[in-house]
């Protein structure tokens, strides 16, 4: 097996405003892995995924450049990490041309994402909705990324990049692309809607109570916490005691990752608490961490020539890393020319 130099790759898509499982599954993770690895990171504005669904393009212009801010207010800092939006690093697109090649159908059929979004009307989704996997599949190995911070939604679509990676190398008798870890870790992972513990927040629900997005106000976050959804018993003393309490538990979580404690500790310090009284402790928590960053996302709004600038110059740095990666594949593949 070859060697490959430790590298980090993740993306979100513009597609809405951030929610507060985009922060804790995903930007806080980046700006740890950013600050405390040995290994270089490379973090994306996924706005060819975004397009899978319509969008409105004024609107989606918009969202990227808000999601660089809200990279940047978590602490992604652009010198440190590669900040960029995928559209511009054009072999994205190219090396999900041949990944469609190496992936099967039968593999894309099996996705839960792909059967969730598409729904029961998959004649109408877009062909972009279906290859989605294999895009996201380049994205990663254009980098030769060994490590992939994600939420647990996007288990299943990383072990499909390891299996297209694997099929590449077979099929072409290479040792080329390397075998992605997934780093699926703490107390946030998944995020559930506050409306209903069984399903995730997620940007575009059409409830905006289900979620915190990071552009609301502390008397919205407040608010949101305290019609959250759930069961009429206290909170227990103990992890074990949150079993089949899905609603209690995402709270917990929630104040756990906000807090950087122990899903245990939050339980001593509020175990036997009625939410009630809960709740309000959440809103502080969640309040004293989140408005810092949608204040810090406005004030650099104010300046789009600047985010814009930052995303280009990212762009030319991914694109160096990149390019070399592609015209190998190329080479691989049999392109003459490349
Ligand atoms: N609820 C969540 N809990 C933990 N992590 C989450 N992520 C998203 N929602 C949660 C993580 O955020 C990263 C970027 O996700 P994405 O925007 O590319 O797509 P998504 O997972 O489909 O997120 P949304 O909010 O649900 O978007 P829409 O509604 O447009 O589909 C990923 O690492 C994801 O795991």
Redesign the pocket.
Known sequence: MAEFTPRVF????P??GL?L??Y???LKRFATMQDQGSWQTIFCM?DL?AITVWQDPATLARATRELCAGFIASGVDPEKSILFNQSQVVEHAQLAWIFNCVARMGWMQRMTQWKDKAGKNQQNASLGLFAYPALMAADILVYHATHVP?????KQHLELTRDIAIKFNNDFGVDFFPETEPVIEGT????MSLRDGSK??????PSDQSRINLSDDADAIAQKLRKARTDPEPLPETVAGLEDRPEARNLVNIYAALADMTVAEVLAEHGGSQFSAFKPALADVAVDRLTPISTEMSRLMQDQAEIDRILARGAERAREIAAPILKKTYEIVGMVGA
Do not use: F, P, W
Request: proline share 0%.
């Open positions: 993740s993306g979100i898509q597609s809405g929610t499982g985009n804790l599954g995903a996924v995924h994600v939420g647990e939604d996007q946030a992972t998944r995020v995730k927040m997620s940007k575009s629900d």
